[in-house]
């Protein structure tokens, strides 16, 4: 399975991005979430979808961050407004069920202040 992620880049505090991945085989029935990392840190989870659609964010991101998925183009979508520097990370798409777990590449996300 891959996992491609896309959508990543430059921005200043205050904009918005929204990141994209779409997956090689059908996400019905797994779990999907957006990771980020920082050089030094643990990747930490940012936000995660069910395969009925119940959402979870880290507090840092409530209210900020939406993430959503579309079983017919097989993705998941995280839309990220006020963006902050703190926002600043690779962002990494994560697809999972049971023992099953897959990641994209990475997407590099840069707010400037």
């Known amino acids: 399975v891959q996992l491609q992620a896309s959508g990543g880049g430059l921005v200043q505090a205050g904009e918005s991005l929204k990141l994209s991945c779409t997956a090689s085989r059908g996400t019905i029935p797994f779990f999907m979430a957006w990771y980020r990392q920082v050089p030094g840190q643990q990747r930490q989870m940012v936000a995660s979808?069910?395969?009925?659609?119940?959402?979870n964010y880290v507090d840092s991101v409530k209210g900020r961050f939406t993430i959503s998925r579309d079983n017919a183009r097989d993705s998941v979508y995280l839309e990220m407004n006020n963006l902050k520097p703190e926002d600043t990370a690779v962002y990494y798409c994560n697809m999972g069920r049971g023992s099953m777990m897959y990641w994209g590449q990475g997407t590099q996300v840069t707010v400037s202040s």
């Open positions: 979808i069910s395969p009925g659609g119940h959402v």
